[in-house]
């Protein structure tokens, strides 16, 4: 990756700026941007000395990571910059904190770092280590790569064979968005644009239910920070059993997305609004790619129910099935292709308002994040020497909704992570709420 006279490394594609919108969203709330965690649950400290010199060899084989966003005209570009920046950070827990504590006011504080966009690594490593146990945690900013794209640094930070090292590339060529836009005529573009659009509309005839009242709208956002909770093996594979005969093989995340629409209408169904509305990622990306960086094709499509069609179990997931069911029918990811071009040559401001504005009410469009990851699996169990015992996942989220779900299963076992804005939420309230989710996730 070479840059030209002016530093530029390379150009934000399609698909990153509308990550960047929405970190442009999240920094106008006071808050740090669109920051992301991976993070892995090791069961001592591992080899630092060899974990820092594959750091060192991601590093040199994508120098992207030593740069920077910045704007040049009305877009934007990875830059080089002028030092080169630490990137691996080490955090250790002295013998008299608590420990759990020590992890999790530590993570909160990485993820609650604020900086320029212009300063800011796009990606850092940081290990916390304690006596009993060490963590992992893979810091890096929305557009810089996605989970997938994190999951890919990480096997490669796991990969000793130089030979498969190579495997791993930066992406070449126009990106994806545009590729695939190519295959289109002129008049097959519109076509989308148009679909695309009466898509949105569709959604945005009902007024999205958020779970925030009116008292909780009006305190200003501070931090963000997350609760995770881990389900045992045997209720896992009753969950899975559960999720495949509510909505099939393929359909495992409408049945996590579904159930916490239900939490939430439980919790409370005086929540202003008529329908949960929920944006979930496609990705166009070759699943076979190892592109960890720069690879993105991430933008949102919806799940939606009204508040009477999540009231009944039944009826919510077949409707849910029969929504996505068209939408894969109908080619939907592929018809945002031209808006998610047309969206690169927006400001970001306005950029932002389309994505999360309704076009009928001007509120809030989304009633959650939502992310499921699905089986995490890694050739070994071990990184540098330590065993890995669990893994979960973090992201700033825009207020309101001030709420997100992660969820992945690793070794049998699901992992929820949710993540929350304080103190819109507060670690009790989610307590209730998880206690609400688990009930829907086991009912048969």
Not at 48 to 53: M, Q, R
Not at 281 to 298: D, E, I, M, Q, Y
Not at 396 to 410: E, K, M, R, W, Y
Not at 421 to 431: A, D, G, M
Request: proline fraction near 5%.
């Amino acid at each position: 990756m070479v840059s030209n006279k002016e530093g530029i490394l390379q150009p934000l594609n399609p698909a990153d700026t509308f990550t960047l919108a929405m970190d442009e969203e999240i920094r106008q709330e006071n808050m740090p941007g669109s920051l992301c965690g991976f993070a892995l649950e090791l069961s001592n400290t591992p080899n630092i000395e060899a974990l820092e010199t594959q750091i060192n060899t991601f590093i040199k084989f994508f120098p992207v990571t030593q740069s920077s966003l910045q704007q040049r005209g009305k877009l934007f570009y990875w830059c080089q910059q002028e030092n080169t920046r630490q990137l691996f950070f080490q955090h250790s827990c002295s013998s008299e904190k608590n420990e759990t504590r020590f992890f999790q006011q530590t993570i909160e504080k990485i993820l609650n770092t604020k900086e320029s966009r212009e300063q800011q690594s796009p990606v850092e490593f940081h290990l916390l280590t304690g006596s009993n146990k060490s963590i992992f945690l893979l810091r890096w900013i929305h557009p810089f790569c996605d989970a997938r794209g994190a999951e890919l640094i990480l096997k490669f930070l796991m990969t000793d064979n130089p030979k498969q090292l190579e495997k791993f590339a930066a992406p070449f060529g126009k990106p994806l968005v545009n590729q695939q836009l190519d295959k289109y005529k002129w008049w097959q573009k519109i076509g989308l644009f148009l679909k695309a659009k009466r898509h949105i509309e569709s959604i945005d005839q009902y007024q999205s239910i958020v779970p925030l009242d009116q008292q909780q709208l009006q305190q200003q956002p501070e931090k963000l920070s997350y609760a995770i909770f881990r389900i045992s093996k045997q209720k896992t594979e009753k969950i899975n059993k559960i999720a495949r005969k509510q909505v099939g093989l393929t359909g495992a995340s409408l049945y996590f997305l579904g159930c916490m629409m239900r939490a939430l209408e439980k919790i409370n169904s005086d929540f202003p609004g008529e329908a949960y509305c929920v944006p979930y990622a496609f990705n166009l990306r070759k699943s076979k790619v190892l592109t960890p960086v720069l690879g993105n094709h991430v933008c949102a499509l919806f799940s939606q129910a009204t508040r009477e069609q999540v009231q009944n179990r039944s009826i919510l997931f077949q409707h849910l099935k029969q929504q996505n069911a068209k939408v894969i029918r109908e080619k939907m990811d592929y018809a945002f292709l031209p808006l998610m071009w047309a969206g690169s040559w927006l400001s970001l401001e306005k950029y932002g308002k389309t994505l999360r504005q309704s076009y009928k009410t001007g509120t809030e469009r989304t009633s959650f994040w939502f992310s499921d990851i699905g089986p995490m699996n890694f050739e070994s169990q071990h990184f540098f020497g330590a065993e890995i015992k669990g893994l979960f996942h973090l992201c700033q989220i825009s207020t309101p909704p001030a709420l997100g779900l992660l969820s992945c299963q690793f070794q049998g076992q699901l992992s929820l992570t949710y993540n929350f804005i304080e103190p819109l939420f507060n670690h009790q309230w989610i307590e209730q709420l998880h206690s609400f989710y688990l009930e829907e996730l086991l009912t048969e």
